[in-house]
């Protein structure tokens, strides 16, 4: 069982920075691959970045390549999403998300644990 909190969401203008951290607790957590996804009102939940469990591959969706960072730091059990250059379609509450699969999985249905979600608002 892992046990995943996200944090540093919030309110931010187009263009700037925002860090998001996932905690996770529980055993074993550098044998998971990790991911963010994200959820904007009435839309399907879509797949963000993703890093294997190793930390040596990462994915990213097309739209955010270049602007958001995925990492994380197995001596911690944390997992981070650094996003650069916000715009206001980045507006969405983000996922952090554990998988058994050792890669950087992009689909959603992968994925055994999910977090609570953190909300990220981007105003132009």
């Known amino acids: 069982q892992v046990l995943l909190v996200e944090s540093g969401g919030g309110l931010v203008q187009a263009v700037d920075s925002r860090r998001l951290s996932c905690a996770a607790s529980?055993?074993?957590?550098?044998?998971?691959?990790m991911g963010w996804f994200r959820q904007a009102p009435g839309k399907e939940r879509e797949f963000v970045a993703a890093?294997?469990?190793?930390?040596?591959?990462?994915n990213y969706e097309d739209s955010v390549k270049g602007r958001f960072t995925i990492s994380r730091d197995n001596t911690k059990n944390a997992v981070s999403l650094q996003m650069n250059s916000l715009k206001p379609e980045d507006t969405a509450v983000y996922y952090c998300?554990?998988?058994?699969?050792?890669?950087?999985?992009?689909?959603?249905?992968?994925?055994?644990?999910w977090g609570q979600g953190t909300q990220v608002t981007v105003s132009s």
């Open positions: 529980g055993r074993s957590f550098s044998s998971y691959g």
């Open positions: 998300a554990a998988t058994y699969w050792f890669g950087p999985s992009v689909v959603p249905n992968l994925y055994n644990y």
């Open positions: 890093i294997s469990a190793n930390g040596g591959n990462s």
